[in-house]
């Protein structure tokens, strides 16, 4: 059986969402709650921090807990055609020039070795050197997005885009710096799956602890062989995913 607490969530969850409690409107207090499900206090209150974690939810201190007021949704399109087109620069500023904002990120990159993970998906060894880039994209200085990168070493060290955000082809993109050292991008393979936040990442978002992101696993290949592999962090309460596909 379901316990009471999560019950309660579960209904207010949906009063959230059909719009029945709307951003701003002030969730009723414990002993309302205690009441009208006939539970005890404490009962009601689990009930009511599990929506905080969520970021539902608001406690404003002396006031009471609120719907939470969410950003307007905005919209990431995944174009390849814009890519494959050969189109210069970051898609991410293309996407936030056309929304009429200034699109802009912080990274920092270091040599690394493949985890396992990363290491199938660019086709190498557990523990062959990479390139490890991690971005935190802005709209308007505001942070939108996450991402860390992978490059194999064993194709970049030496060159001119050995590390992305550097050099005469910085804030290229991975396309047009790729086939800078003649590496022509053929295929991307994206695999979108959704997970709570981890701490880290909502300090860095300014998200509450418990909510939801998408998260694409992103890989460019050559004809060969993958030369670049991603993790993109999106809150889903800012972005929706929009895909552009050609058909031939």
Same mark, same amino acid.
């Given at each position: 059986?379901?316990?009471?607490?999560?019950?309660?969530?579960?209904?207010?969850?949906?009063?959230?969402?059909?719009?029945?409690?709307?951003?701003?409107?002030?969730?009723?207090?414990?002993?309302?709650?205690?009441?009208?499900?006939?539970?005890?206090?404490?009962?009601?209150?689990?009930?009511?921090?599990?929506?905080?974690?969520?970021?539902?939810?608001?406690?404003?201190?002396?006031?009471?807990?609120?719907?939470?007021?969410?950003?307007?949704?905005? *919209?990431? &399109?995944?174009?390849?055609?814009? #890519?494959?087109?050969?189109? +210069? %620069?970051?898609?991410?500023? @293309?996407? !936030?020039? =056309?929304?009429?904002?200034?699109?802009?990120?912080?990274?920092?990159?270091?040599?690394?070795?493949?985890?396992?993970?990363?290491?199938?998906?660019?086709?190498?060894?557990?523990?062959?050197?990479?390139?490890?880039?991690?971005?935190?994209?802005?709209?308007?200085?505001?942070?939108?997005?996450?991402?860390?990168?992978?490059?194999?070493?064993?194709?970049? *060290?030496? &060159?001119?885009?050995?590390?992305? #955000?550097?050099?005469?082809? +910085? %804030?290229?993109?991975?396309? @047009?710096? !790729?086939? =800078?050292?003649?590496?022509?991008?053929?295929?991307?393979?994206?695999?979108?799956?959704?997970?709570?936040?981890?701490?880290?990442?909502?300090?860095?978002?300014?998200?509450?602890?418990?909510?939801?992101?998408?998260?694409?696993?992103?890989?460019?290949?050559?004809?060969?062989?993958?030369?670049?592999?991603?993790?993109?962090?999106?809150?889903?309460?800012?972005?929706?995913?929009?895909?552009?596909?050609?058909?031939?």
């Amino acid at each position: 059986m379901q316990p009471a607490y999560l019950r309660i969530a579960d209904d207010l969850r949906r009063q959230i969402v059909d719009g029945r409690l709307a951003p701003g409107d002030r969730v009723p207090s414990r002993h309302q709650l205690a009441r009208q499900y006939d539970v005890s206090d404490r009962v009601a209150v689990e009930a009511v921090r599990l929506l905080i974690s969520e970021g539902h939810v608001e406690s404003r201190s002396g006031s009471g807990t609120y719907v939470r007021r969410r950003p307007a949704v905005r *919209r990431l &399109t995944r174009s390849w055609y814009r #890519e494959a087109r050969g189109r +210069a %620069g970051s898609p991410f500023r @293309a996407d !936030m020039e =056309a929304q009429g904002r200034a699109g802009t990120w912080r990274s920092s990159s270091q040599s690394d070795t493949a985890p396992p993970a990363v290491a199938e998906r660019l086709n190498i060894a557990e523990g062959d050197p990479v390139m490890r880039t991690r971005y935190v994209f802005l709209a308007d200085e505001e942070p939108v997005m996450l991402s860390t990168s992978w490059e194999p070493l064993e194709l970049t *060290r030496g &060159t001119s885009v050995m590390l992305p #955000e550097e050099g005469p082809h +910085a %804030g290229a993109g991975v396309v @047009a710096r !790729m086939r =800078a050292i003649g590496h022509e991008i053929g295929m991307a393979n994206e695999v979108i799956t959704a997970r709570s936040i981890t701490a880290a990442e909502a300090e860095e978002l300014d998200e509450p602890v418990g909510s939801i992101v998408m998260v694409i696993h992103r890989t460019y290949a050559t004809a060969e062989r993958p030369v670049e592999t991603a993790d993109i962090i999106v809150p889903v309460d800012r972005y929706e995913l929009s895909y552009v596909i050609p058909v031939e």
